[in-house]
Nanobody, 115 residues
């Protein structure tokens, strides 16, 4: 059974930093792409950043230069370092892990950035 466990969300002032972690389990062969999406009330879930198993990354334009995604394949964990946070970054952040043609999601972690 695949499980994704997120941690690291919280409340931070604008300009501050947070680091999100997502530990995955349940796949002996690891996962393909892993990444982060975010969602605010009334809006669709949007891509924040994704990283492939070989380390290629892709970011939403709104976070480029501020957020960094990384992964530790030995620990099957993906990280999102968020710097220079803005109030508009406030959202529930969800990690995902892809295994073949299936996408698994974490339960979400709240990030709140105060102005």
């Amino acid at each position: 059974q695949v499980r994704l466990m997120e941690s690291g969300g919280g409340l931070v002032q604008a300009g501050g930093s947070l680091r999100l972690s997502c530990a995955a389990s349940g796949s002996s062969s690891g996962f393909n792409a892993m990444g982060w999406y975010r969602q605010t009330p009334g809006k669709q879930r949007e891509l924040v950043a994704v990283i492939t198993s070989s380390g290629n990354t892709n970011y939403a334009d709104s976070v480029k230069g501020r957020f960094t995604i990384s992964r530790d394949n030995a620990k099957i964990t993906v990280y999102l370092q968020m710097n220079s946070l803005k109030p508009e970054d406030t959202a529930v952040y969800y990690c995902h892990a892809d295994l073949w043609n299936l996408r698994y999601w974490g339960q979400g972690t709240q990030v709140t950035v105060s102005s």
